[in-house]
């Protein structure tokens, strides 16, 4: 086998404003495994939030190659994460790294990654579209374009210095867009009093359940707003490992599953099995990605009550296609591996 990789540039469409930071680009490292002619994809995110850079990620693929490389196989390295090494990857590379070899499996299967997977069907599911920390009257306005081209589901996020600021752009989306799921992300911002202030107001605009709304590393006090709190809470950045999610499991109505935090499809599909039977429920979750890097999580999008896919939907020009969104709705793609395919002419075979 062989394994290289290629660092690119996202740009969003426009910056993205949550309550702790504002985006406009991001690198990409797109990572390829090739063996017997067909060659495997995945993609790995630079993030400072989660301590990984981009030098760092192609300084753990460097380390990681001989091992890799070693292999007879994609299937062995598939089935025996720890005959190349590859458990000791940091999260986000590792579910790269793991994304690309199960592009390559499933070509070299003539499988959907979906088929090996476990599910025979396609998944789809509406996903959430996200609308950042913006006035209200431009909320608003996107709310209504949003909902004309499809989308049900909205995520606002929150975390303005004043409440009311936030509370006022809700209402503004429920306007924009009456018919639709309301989801809110203040990404952490609020203290347990503030959540516990705030949530019944939200609730009373339309919103259906909360992610992270206090800072993390204070899982008690997170289980004592969802226990308070009028709508679900789904726990995101203290929900980060398997671990994480086992500890959360009947103690917050759902975990936000991001497969670059979680160190992919396989980890995934283990807080998956952890939370079956505790009240605890999936959302699956991603950050700004191309079609590249939200695809392994599309395969999985049957397994969760909560869909928020739209990573590849906020860049201005996204360098995949195949898994849709447009429209609001997510689809795997019946084609062998992910699915996914560059969009350039001068698109990497």
């Given at each position: ?34 063996h017997g002619g067909l060659r495997g994809w995945g993609e790995a995110l630079s ?184 709508v679900p809470v789904i726990a995101d950045e203290d929900a980060v490992s398997y ?55 599309v395969h999985l999008a049957d397994r969760a009550r909560w869909v928020d896919l ?40």
């Amino acid at each position: 086998m062989k394994l290289t990789w290629h660092t690119t540039e996202l740009e969003l469409a426009e910056p993205l404003r949550i309550s702790r930071s504002v985006m406009a680009r991001r690198d990409a490292v797109w990572v390829a495994i090739e063996h017997g002619g067909l060659r495997g994809w995945g993609e790995a995110l630079s993030s400072d939030y989660l301590g990984l850079p981009t030098d760092r990620i192609v300084k753990h693929l460097a380390a990681s190659r001989p091992g890799i490389e070693r292999l007879p196989d994609p299937e062995t390295a598939w089935d025996d994460p720890g005959a190349g090494a590859l458990e000791a990857l940091p999260a986000g590379v590792l579910a790269a790294v793991e994304a690309a070899l199960l592009d390559l499996v499933g070509k070299r299967a003539g499988q959907a990654a979906h088929q090996l997977l476990g599910t025979p069907a396609a998944p789809a599911a509406a996903t959430a579209r996200t609308i950042g920390i913006v006035p209200p009257v431009t909320a608003a306005a996107q709310a209504a374009r949003l909902a004309a081209s499809g989308f049900t589901v909205l995520k606002v996020k929150a975390g303005s210095p004043d409440p009311a600021v936030d509370l006022a752009r809700v209402e503004a989306v429920r306007t924009g867009a009456p018919g639709a799921g309301l989801l809110l992300d203040p990404n952490g911002a609020w203290t347990e009093r503030q959540a516990l202030d705030l949530l019944p107001r939200f609730a009373g605009l339309g919103v259906t359940a909360v992610e992270q709304p206090i800072a993390p590393g204070r899982p008690e006090a997170l289980a004592r707003v969802a226990k308070e709190s009028p709508v679900p809470v789904i726990a995101d950045e203290d929900a980060v490992s398997y671990e994480d999610a086992v500890a959360l499991a009947g103690r917050v109505h759902g975990v936000n599953v991001k497969l670059a935090k979680c160190g992919g499809v396989r980890a995934a599909l283990r807080i998956h099995d952890a939370l079956r039977g505790s009240g605890t429920d999936l959302m699956l979750g991603c950050l700004t990605a191309s079609s590249l890097g939200i695809a392994p999580a599309v395969h999985l999008a049957d397994r969760a009550r909560w869909v928020d896919l739209d990573g590849h939907l906020l860049l201005t020009d996204d360098p995949w296609d195949g898994i849709g969104g447009s429209e609001g709705t997510v689809r795997a793609a019946d084609r062998a591996g992910l699915g996914v395919r560059r969009t350039h002419r001068e698109a990497l075979r």
